[in-house]
């Protein structure tokens, strides 16, 4: 089996699939018990005249956030083809985003952000070069 730039892609694009699912189910796990709840639920704060507990606004960006990363990852498997400086940007982006998880966050994280920024640059490595 050849392995073309589309495989690495492939590659990349799932685990930036599997990351987005486990941004999820870690963040229905740290407020399943109540305790964070508890805790951010104590300060509020004004933006833009709308009034948030720092627990609502925490929630609402983190269900967003792997949200995003999810539909990203399911757009990406649907382009027919990508231009090479598209996977500049995928891998520049994964790089960013995988140094700051290794930075913030958990290990789950930190494997599937490393698998989608090493496939990502591979997939740019692999691009066909045009003549």
Not at 81 to 110: D, H, R, V
Request: with cysteine.
């Amino acid at each position: 089996m050849k392995w073309t730039y589309k495989t690495y892609l492939r590659i990349g694009v799932i685990s930036f699939i599997i990351l987005g699912i486990g941004h999820l189910f870690g963040e229905a796990q740290m407020s399943s018990d109540g305790s964070i709840e508890k805790h951010l639920d104590q300060y509020d704060f004004k933006l833009l005249g709308s009034t948030f507990s720092l627990y609502q606004f925490h929630l609402g960006y983190s269900v967003m956030m792997g949200l995003l990363i999810i539909f990203i990852g399911l757009l990406l498997l649907t382009l027919q083809e990508i231009q090479k400086q598209t996977l500049l940007l995928l891998a520049i982006g994964s790089i960013i985003i995988c140094g700051l998880n290794w930075y913030f966050f958990a290990l789950p994280g930190q494997i599937f952000s490393t698998i989608s920024a090493v496939f990502f640059s591979l997939a740019y490595w692999k691009f066909p070069k045009v003549e």
